[in-house]
């Protein structure tokens, strides 16, 4: 009897909390369910390590280039007037300029936001420029200076540093630098049209500075603005003596030439 009353208490109880538990069960189920946040993954900053290759063109131009004019005459039979009155061709100031035009390639390392790397270019260059002096000093009158000094071509090899914003990239660049020069001259005068004349092509050796921004418009295609100052030091042409005139033993003439500039170009780049 007992174990019967203890039965029936039990399944009294168990009905008793299923029946209190049914209504908190159906409010779950209408509870809204967890959704995990979204994992958003960062968007990784342009890296500006790798090859580049592309073209190149601009402008060139220097201004007040010098051309200095020496002479010699031990004896003062011949240059000795104008030397006395401090009037032989002495030489002239002028603006060499032209267009530019190449090829670059080069290499980056980027760490975080600074880049370091290096590039090679080669230029044509139209560079070019001249002028003319008179003489107006007896028996010089009339004589006529005249000079003419080219750059035919270009060539740097040099590093580079910068700061990159994402895609932007400000640089500073600076190196060796040499080029192709053909530097002129002729003096003489009206019945006698050379008396003295020179040449001389050669390849100079200098150096280079400069900066300029690159934009990457796509992964692969940069765009570029850039600016360098170079320096190929000077040359010395010597003149030579056009016949019919014999100069007095121990006279000569020699033109010294100055081959520096700018170079402002725009520039399209490859990168690999």
Same mark, same amino acid.
Request: with cysteine.
């Given at each position: 009897m007992s174990e019967m009353l203890n039965q029936r208490a039990l399944s009294f109880v168990g009905a008793v909390s299923l029946a209190a538990l049914a209504p908190m069960a159906?409010?779950? #189920?209408? %509870?809204?369910?967890?959704?995990?946040?979204?994992?958003?993954?960062?968007?990784p900053t342009w890296d500006w390590t790798g090859f580049y290759a592309g073209l190149n063109a601009g402008y060139g131009w220097s201004s007040g280039d010098d051309v200095n004019v020496s002479v010699v005459d031990p004896g003062g039979a011949f240059f000795g007037?104008?030397?006395?009155?401090?009037?032989?061709?002495?030489? %002239?100031?002028?603006?060499?300029?032209?267009?530019?035009?190449?090829?670059?390639?080069?290499?980056?390392?980027q760490i975080d936001q600074f880049v370091v790397g290096f590039?090679?270019?080669?230029?044509?260059?139209? %560079?070019?420029?001249?002028?003319?002096?008179?003489?107006?000093?007896?028996?010089?009158?009339?004589?006529?200076?005249?000079?003419t000094s080219d750059i035919n071509w270009l060539a740097t090899l040099r590093g580079r540093a910068g700061l990159a914003i994402?895609?932007?990239?400000?640089?500073?660049?600076?190196?060796? #630098?040499?080029g192709g020069v053909e530097d002129s001259f002729r003096w003489g005068f009206p019945g006698v049209p050379q008396v003295y004349n020179g040449s001389n092509s050669d390849t100079e050796w200098g150096w280079t500075v400069g900066g300029g921004l690159d934009y990457a418009i796509t992964d692969n295609i940069v765009l570029g603005a850039e600016v360098l100052y170079f320096d190929l030091g000077s040359t010395t042409v010597t003149g030579v003596?056009? #016949?019919?005139?014999?100069?007095?033993?121990?006279?000569? %003439?020699a033109v010294d030439y100055d081959h520096n500039g700018v170079i402002a170009r725009a520039r399209l780049s490859y990168k690999f």
């Open positions: 159906a409010q779950a #189920a209408d %509870m809204p369910q967890y959704t995990p946040p979204p994992v958003v993954t960062a968007v007037p104008c030397l006395t009155a401090g009037a032989c061709p002495n030489g %002239m100031s002028y603006s060499r300029d032209g267009f530019v035009g190449g090829a670059q390639a080069g290499y980056n390392w590039e090679a270019d080669i230029e044509y260059s139209d %560079m070019n420029g001249g002028g003319t002096v008179t003489t107006a000093v007896a028996p010089f009158a009339n004589g006529r200076f005249t000079s994402d895609r932007t990239l400000l640089y500073v660049t600076g190196g060796l #630098a040499v003596a056009a #016949a019919p005139f014999v100069p007095p033993a121990g006279t000569s %003439m």
